[in-house]
């Protein structure tokens, strides 16, 4: 059924279209309205599940790796200073293998104090082991939340569904909600292998010897590698079912293309309006979307690239003293192979400042001209 | 008194479980071997109060014909029942005197 729904209501419903068993959350500008709607959506009976209401985020982390643990399906949500404050057990909760999903709203980081979007939440928390899926509309959104929890039960991983402030968590799209009965077929209950159970007693995550605790981290990121194979062929199934097919990445008129966007999140949608304006004039631009970050796609995203002449990255996020973070992602994951074009790596829209196509085209406009990118940070729309 | 427990060794990353779990239990790891001090218990003092087993968190003392017993493979030697025990019957010695 088709319904008109804000990124944050898109979440709540895709994870009860889950089933989830636990939800633990803290409220926090932007996400509140996730949580506000699975408490009530749990009060009225609609989903059997235990709705814990902690003191803060780290609890609301721990109290869901708690539940992962003993084997129930967790969610919690979460945005900005929430999602630092976690960080220690985030590592936990990845380390310990828990498929959790969570939900984090795209905040930028205080101070100067703000409730507007942009990155640096999420992309600070790189290294925690998380699968990162960056959505670009409230369709994504819902649809990611499920296809999520069968990626992570499949390999013992955590996923992280990432939306921008605002931009989508307080606006209203079209969103078809997927019957339950189907999303039941496409994911089944989670019964792991590992859980805490009082028949068969285990202590989790003990004292590891150097002798052992190598080949633990060996296998969690063998397990991130595969997750790259898992999003496309779950989100190729997912497609089957409901019609909309998601992966690693998301092509726009990339086959042909001299000069390639390289986008993430909302920027996507606004830099696909740019491509058509572009091919209009029959200038053969095209705009690469990056969905999953965690792990990083970069044998699709090479794919992509290598007929480019040259390539725009626009970060909506900044690591002080280098670069916009997917820039230098991409860069460095493309070092060591034959493709030798020219990065351009833009950063713009921090704090939330609105990234229009207007700003787009300067980017594109700064791209074509200049032969090679001047510093690895090319400031747009910033006031010098 | 001591029954050894199941102890399971993982040699290659094949050999994990997800997550880093015990197999079965800790009997095997003695860790009396880490005490400083020995707490001995002088039963002609001692009134049989169970106070130190209540408070024996390893817990290395157990019960036996219905006098309180020290099990030396695990009790690491905190020295809690020494400071609980009512009677002040246990008494705290150097290892290896």
């Known amino acids: 059924m088709k319904k008109v729904l804000m990124g944050n209501h898109a979440i709540s419903i895709g994870a009860t279209l889950s089933r989830v068993q636990v939800i633990a959350a803290y409220p926090i500008t932007p996400q509140t309205q996730v949580v506000e709607k699975l408490s009530e959506i749990v009060a009225n009976g609609e989903l059997d599940a235990e709705f814990i209401k902690v003191e803060s985020e780290h609890s609301a982390m721990a109290a869901s790796i708690g539940a992962a643990a003993a084997g129930a399906r967790a969610f919690t949500a979460t945005s900005a200073q929430g999602l630092l404050l976690m960080h220690e057990v985030l590592h936990w909760a990845s380390r310990a293998r828990l498929p959790i999903v969570m939900a984090n709203i795209n905040r930028a980081l205080a101070p100067g104090w703000t409730i507007w979007t942009d990155q640096n939440d999420s992309l600070s928390q790189r290294d925690t082991g998380w699968i990162q899926l960056y959505a670009s509309d409230n369709q994504e959104v819902l649809d990611s939340l499920i296809i999520a929890y069968k990626v992570a039960e499949q390999l013992s991983l955590p996923v992280m569904v990432i939306l921008d402030a605002f931009v989508l968590s307080h606006t209203y799209e079209p969103v078809e909600v997927p019957e339950q009965s189907e999303v039941d077929k496409f994911l089944p209950p989670f019964n792991p292998e590992w859980k805490l159970d009082v028949n068969n007693p285990h202590a989790f995550g003990g004292l590891t010897a150097p002798n052992i605790y190598m080949e633990f981290q060996y296998n969690h990121h063998n397990a991130m590698l595969k997750a790259k194979e898992l999003i496309n062929k779950e989100g190729e199934a997912f497609g089957k079912i409901f019609g909309r097919t998601y992966g690693n990445i998301d092509k726009y008129k990339t086959d042909d293309a001299d000069y390639i966007l390289l986008t993430s999140g909302t920027l996507a949608r606004t830099s696909n309006i740019v491509v058509d304006s572009y091919r209009e004039k029959g200038i053969k631009l095209g705009n690469l979307r990056v969905r999953t970050f965690r792990p990083f796609p970069t044998e699709e995203i090479y794919d992509a690239l290598k007929k480019a002449k040259k390539v725009f990255v626009v970060d909506r996020n900044l690591s002080y003293g280098h670069s916009g973070i997917f820039f230098e992602e991409t860069k460095a994951s493309l070092y060591n192979s034959d493709l030798d074009i020219p990065i351009f790596g833009f950063v713009t829209g921090l704090g939330g400042r609105d990234v229009t196509p207007e700003l787009i085209t300067e980017i594109v406009e700064h791209g074509i001209k200049s032969e090679k990118p001047e510093n690895d940070v090319i400031w747009m729309g910033v006031q010098k | ?97």
């Open chain 2, 1 to 97: 008194m001591f029954k050894p427990g199941k102890k399971i060794n993982f040699n290659s990353a094949k050999d994990l479980p997800p997550t880093p779990a015990s197999v079965g239990d800790m009997t095997h790891n003695f860790t009396g071997s880490w005490r400083n001090l020995r707490p001995i218990i002088d039963y002609e003092k001692c009134i049989d109060c169970m106070i130190c087993w209540k408070f024996c968190p390893e817990p290395a003392i157990f019960i036996e014909k219905e006098r309180p017993k020290i099990d030396y493979y695990f009790c690491k030697g905190c020295g809690i029942c020494v400071t609980e025990c009512p009677v002040k019957c246990i008494a705290f010695e150097e290892e290896g005197k």
